[in-house]
Nanobody, 125 residues
Framework: QVQPVESGGGLVRVGGSLRLSCKAS????????MGWFRQAPGKEREFVAA???????DYADSVKGRFTISTDNAKSTVYLQMNSLKPEDTAVYYC???????????????????WGQGTQVTVSS
């Protein structure tokens, strides 16, 4: 299994950008599905984005066109570039790793087997 550790969260103004990083120790990440989820106060953890084979990406409708997931396999790191941030993007963001998943499974958090501790993203208006 991979062991994800997130970094890069913080406070940003509406319309700003942040890049989250997820260092995944263990096996090479291109043999895994790597995903980002987020959880706002009082809400369930929700899917944000995922990447498979370093090139196949999937996004939640709420972030399409604004967020980009990518990997640097040499560094075993997954990135989430977040642009045009909105107040509703405020949440704790979690990186997760799992086996190679099918498209219908990609947004299901119970399919991911390893989770990071989370990093806070706060978007102020």
């Amino acid at each position: 299994q991979v062991q994800p550790v997130e970094s890069g969260g913080g406070l940003v103004r509406v319309g700003g950008s942040l890049r989250l990083s997820c260092k995944a120790s263990g096996r090479t990440i291109d043999t895994y599905t790597m995903g980002w989820f987020r959880q706002a106060p009082g809400k369930e953890r929700e899917f944000v984005a995922a990447i498979r084979w370093s090139t196949s990406t999937d996004y939640a409708d709420s972030v399409k066109g604004r967020f980009t997931i990518s990997t640097d396999n040499a560094k075993s790191t997954v990135y989430l570039q977040m642009n045009s941030l909105k107040p509703e993007d405020t949440a704790v963001y979690y990186c997760a790793g799992g086996p190679l998943l099918t498209t219908p499974q990609i947004n299901r958090r119970n399919k991911y087997t390893s989770w990071g501790q989370g990093t806070q993203v706060t978007v102020s208006s």
